[in-house]
């Protein structure tokens, strides 16, 4: 007759151990569980944030191209009014400034009898072209007068070589009368004026509600 083997129940302290370890993992799992659901939970909020800023970044870019618009828009309406602006300087001076240039260079003892403005000279065959301002002139002399609105140096150059042009253009038609040369501005920065009179021209400024005229530093320059 064979032997019956008998097995010992653990002890206590073994299920008990058993049991604290299954709490522990099953705690360790509740807390790895929680710690993915709060980052699934942040990488959700970082897809949520990165897609705002996608459409911000978006709505910045519209922006800031409506605004390119905008500037590009008020650029053109500056650049039509200044030549509005320019516009109307050159009506001013031609019904306002123009026929009272006569009297004001009298007071020089240069008697103009003529006025002209808006001349425009072109010799093709000599490839002579300009156009003056505003031009007086009589039997012996004229005057040759370029305005601006802001006079600058490179302004004044111009008329110089203006005058050269004149020059050339009258000795080819027998013309001896000597040319003179003035220039006139609502902003005239002073190098610019100071440049002007060293070169010999007279220099017509606005004075309020009316203008004068600046003689040359030493004697007129003639041409």
Known sequence: MEA??????????????????????????????????????????????????????????????RQMKETDRKLHE????????TNSFGNVVE????????DKFREFGLDFQMVGKDIKIRDHKNGIKFEIDIFLENN????LVEIKADLAISDINKHMARLEK??????????????LGAVAGIS??????????AQGFYLIEPTGEDFCIIPPYNKPKEW
């Open 78 to 85: 500056i650049g039509k009014r200044f030549g509005d602006f």
């Open 95 to 102: 019904y306002m400034v123009a026929p009272n240039l006569q």
């Open 166 to 179: 004149m020059r050339k253009f009258a000795d080819l038609r027998g013309d001896k009368r000597i040319f």
């Open 4 to 65: 019956v083997q008998t097995v010992s129940a653990p002890s206590f302290d073994t299920v008990w151990a058993l049991v604290k370890e299954v709490a522990e993992n099953q705690k360790e799992t509740d807390r790895q569980m929680k710690e993915t659901d709060r980052q699934m939970k942040e990488t959700d909020r970082q897809i949520k944030e990165t897609d705002r800023q996608m459409k911000e970044t978006d709505r910045q870019m519209k922006e800031t191209d």
């Open 188 to 197: 005239i920065p002073e190098k610019a004026k100071e440049y002007a009179l």
């Open 140 to 143: 012996d002399a004229a005057m």
